[in-house]
């Protein structure tokens, strides 16, 4: 029964056909962590901070379900709606591990919701992004047995959540933008290269070069590109919407002075658009 939450939007995913080599059978029987069943939608979030102001904010009635090596869930409801809120470890490897076990679990309909690890300027505080493709996933895709020549390959969120998403945001009057989310393993050696010497320019050139030739603006993480991969592997729902932060030298974090109370501010906006995309993706499943 559980591979029935699975296999149900089928259809609506993109990435795979019937019989493809990536679909993968794991179930919460093979999983470490997340042994109960989880909601069909949830929001992830690798700040632990951010999932439990969420968690206050909008979870109804919620209940501690999973509180284990990095991994915290709490399940409730919104708008009445059974959902899930979780915190899941930084990178591709602690994250992807556990999008598959949220997968496993019964999660159809995941959003990440997360930051650009690019540094910004104040002036894009107020942004929105929604990235609906994701690359230069290497260690991953090879370590879950893909082929040499797939490594780094474009992986893309899903339509049905894009689109939810993309018609929230026009009821809200949300103003959004689109990118490419380049996957990061050296956050340090990227934004700040010069603290690495010739290795930091390595990493610099690498991504100038991903951008080469391209219009689609692009930003960073290390949590997308897992996410959009163990969702094509199980044929579910992943899209990740990115807040900007910022993230600059010094002796604050993005969350200290004015900056950091227009971060927590704008969490009422992001939680809003996510969540209420989410009714819509579920009520019509």
Not at 43 to 58: A, G, H, K
Not at 184 to 212: I, S
Not at 236 to 264: F, M
């Amino acid at each position: 029964m559980e591979r029935l939450a699975f296999m149900r939007d089928f259809k609506k995913c993109p990435n795979l056909s019937a019989g493809d080599y990536r679909m993968v059978r794991f179930t919460r029987q093979e999983n470490l962590i997340i042994k109960q069943p989880l909601p069909e939608a949830g929001v992830v979030c690798s700040n632990p901070q951010r999932y439990r102001r969420l968690v206050e904010r909008f979870l109804e009635h919620p209940q501690r379900h999973t509180d284990s090596w990095g991994i915290e869930v709490q399940t409730g409801t919104y708008r009445g709606q059974d959902v899930f809120l979780a915190a899941v470890p930084m990178g591709a490897g602690g994250s992807g591990f556990a999008f598959l076990e949220m997968f496993a679990a019964g999660a159809v309909y995941l959003v990440r919701y997360g930051s650009n690890d690019q540094q910004v300027t104040p002036q894009q505080l107020r942004d929105i992004c929604i990235v609906d493709e994701a690359d230069n996933l290497y260690g991953l895709l090879r370590g879950s047995g893909e082929p040499e020549a797939s490594l780094g390959r474009s992986l893309f969120a899903s339509p049905v959540l894009v689109e939810a998403l993309k018609a929230q945001a026009s009821r809200l009057n949300y103003p959004v933008k689109w990118a490419l989310c380049h996957h990061l393993e050296d956050y340090h050696g990227f934004n700040f290269p010069d603290c690495a010497g010739e290795a930091g320019e390595r990493v610099r050139a690498h991504f100038q070069a991903l951008d080469q030739g391209r219009i689609k603006a692009s930003v960073c993480d290390m949590e997308t590109a897992a996410l959009l991969w163990r969702a094509e592997q199980f044929q579910t729902h992943g899209v990740t919407v990115l807040q900007s932060l910022i993230k600059h030298r010094g002796e604050n974090t993005p969350y200290d002075g004015h900056y950091g109370e227009i971060a927590v501010e704008m969490e009422q906006t992001f939680g809003t658009l996510i969540l209420d995309s989410l009714l819509t993706v579920v009520d019509r499943a």
